[in-house]
C-alpha cells in the first residue's frame, strides 16, 4: 500500500470546518483512500473511504484531487467529540488484508 | 448501526494464565480481525479470519490462537500469558477487506 503523510498535528474552532490533508504521492491505480480515526482509548472508527471521486457521508466529504496524488478530509462543523486522530491510508483490499495505520493527524476541537 | 463488541474493556491476568478474548458482531459480516496496538509501534495484526473455521496468521500471531466456530464470533486465546502480551487489543469485523468496523478494545494487563 501506498505510503500516506499527514501533518502531526492541527486545530479547529468547534462549529467550524475542519479540513485535514493528506499526501499520498505514490498511490496506484487500484487503492482506495480510507480514513478512519481514533477517539483517545477508543477502538478506530471507519469515516469514509474513496477512489476518485469526491465522496460524502452523514460524518464527512471526502475530496481527492484529478491526479490523485493527495486528498482532504472535511469535518463541516466541527464538535469537541470530533477530537481525535485521524489516518489516512492507500488500501487495495484483496488479499492485502490488513490496515496499517501511520502517526495520523491529531485534531483538536477548541471550544 | 454494525455493532462489534468485545467481553471485556479491561482485565489484569497473571504471567502464566490462559486468557480468552471474545469478540461477536452483529451485522454477518465475513471477515473478522485481532490486533494489538501499542504506542509508537501502532497497529498490528496478530489474526484474521475470512469465514467459520477458517484462520490466517497476521503479523504477529506468536504467543496466540484464535477460535471461530460460529460466523460472529471470533475468540483471540493467550495460551500463556506474559508481560510482553500487555497491550490494547482490538476486534474488528468486515464484509470485505476493506472498511473494518472496530469494537471498543481490551486492555490487557499482565502482571
Known amino acids: 500500500d501506498a505510503k500516506t503523510t499527514q501533518p502531526p498535528s492541527m486545530d479547529c474552532a468547534e462549529g467550524r470546518a475542519a479540513n485535514l490533508p493528506c499526501n499520498h504521492s505514490t498511490i496506484s491505480g487500484n487503492e482506495y483512500v480510507y480514513w478512519y480515526r481514533q477517539i483517545h482509548s477508543q477502538g478506530p472508527q471507519y469515516i469514509i473511504h474513496?477512489?476518485?471521486n469526491n465522496e460524502t457521508n452523514e460524518m464527512a466529504s471526502l475530496i481527492i484531487t484529478e491526479d490523485r496524488k493527495s486528498s482532504t478530509l472535511i469535518l463541516p462543523h466541527a464538535t469537541l467529540r470530533d477530537t481525535a486522530v485521524y489516518y489516512c491510508?492507500?488500501?487495495?483490499?484483496?488479499?492485502?488484508?490488513?490496515?496499517?495505520f501511520g502517526k495520523g493527524t491529531l485534531l483538536t476541537v477548541n471550544p | 448501526d454494525v455493532k462489534v463488541t468485545q467481553s471485556s474493556r479491561y482485565l489484569v491476568k497473571r504471567t502464566g494464565e490462559k486468557v480468552f478474548l471474545e469478540c461477536v458482531q452483529d451485522m454477518d459480516h465475513e471477515n473478522m480481525f485481532w490486533y494489538r496496538q501499542d504506542p509508537g509501534l501502532g497497529l498490528r495484526l496478530i489474526y484474521f479470519s475470512y469465514d467459520v473455521k477458517m484462520k490466517e496468521k497476521g503479523d504477529i500471531p506468536e504467543g496466540y490462537s484464535v477460535s471461530r466456530e460460529k460466523k460472529e464470533r471470533f475468540s483471540l486465546i493467550l495460551e500463556s500469558a506474559s508481560t510482553n502480551q500487555t497491550s490494547m487489543y482490538l476486534c474488528a469485523s468486515s464484509p470485505r477487506v476493506r472498511e473494518q468496523y472496530f469494537g471498543p478494545g481490551t486492555r490487557l494487563t499482565v502482571t
Open positions: 474513496g477512489l476518485k
Open positions: 491510508i492507500a488500501f487495495s483490499g484483496g488479499s492485502n488484508y490488513k490496515l496499517t
